[in-house]
């Protein structure tokens, strides 16, 4: 069985792996996205067959197009809706979930599709089990999003009219730490509590810059020590991330922050620990102190 796919872009065209997934399933895969005239062209350039785009949104966030969007892709009537886990792309796959009947499920590992209709199993209780559950109407995935992938062919950008709801942003404030969507990096630096003081994390983003990578981290040194922004840690309750490759540096590896990392193809991990749980998911281990490994590995890079 073929199942029809639409992914639903707000804003942010980092969707390959919703792609691959939709792909996976055999049917056709149609993309809706609300946001600059750019973003629906970069998705048209990725691999779909199909792209409609509904608009400039001006002033206008993207949550204040859930209906049009709803209505869009509910006509179509697909048998799976994708949607990146990113604030805007959730409300507007509510939306749309809502509109179709159709159950939402996030945190899943993987889809299939058999004769009666799909399965799919789900990491349930922090990823300390999973759960496999078949529906048999529509269903609605919040997936990580992935880098954009650069296909071959593009497909023409369909324009949608639409009337968005009645919500104007009126002021935007930058805060104060640099945002980042760590699920779109292909390559990612992580630092734990290993790191000593605030001032060395330019040991950190030496080894990013080298590396061409994004910084991120475990959860305390966001949230306790604030050394970076909340955007920035990894695991359950914060970003899960799907690079090319991981540095976890100083952190040791607790369940809560590496179900977060589990989509990366290749981890490396640095640790004066050599029982340290990352080393038992790690594909590189490096038993040593990251005051010395990770100098040694930037000047390497470099
Ligand atoms: C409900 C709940 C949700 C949570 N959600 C998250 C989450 O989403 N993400 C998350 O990250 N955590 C989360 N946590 C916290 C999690 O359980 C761990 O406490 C946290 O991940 C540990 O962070 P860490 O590895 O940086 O610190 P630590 O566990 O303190 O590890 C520091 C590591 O650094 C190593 N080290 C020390 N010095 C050096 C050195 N010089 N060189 C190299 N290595 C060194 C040590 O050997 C140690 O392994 C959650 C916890 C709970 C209860």
Known sequence: MSVNTWII???????GNLIDTARSLGGSV?????GPRAVADTVAAAGVDKVVWFGEPGAVPAEAYATVVADAVAAATPGLVLAANRASDRVLL???AARLQAPVLAAVSSITADGAGLVANCSVFGGIAEETVTVTGPL?????GGPVPAASTTVPVEELPATPLGITVVETKPSSFEQVDLGAAPRVVGIGRGLKTQEDLALINALADAAKAEVACSRPVAEGLDWLGKDRYIGVSGAHITPDLYFAIGISGQLQHMVGVRGAKTIVAINTDPNA?????ADYCLVGDLYALVPALTAALK
Not at 140 to 144: K, P, T
């Open 94 to 96: 509510g939306a749309t």
């Open 277 to 281: 749980p990352v080393f038992k998911e």
């Open 140 to 144: 609605a995935l919040l997936l990580e």
């Open 9 to 15: 872009v707000a804003g942010d065209p980092a969707i």
């Open 30 to 34: 149609s993309v809706a996205v609300v």
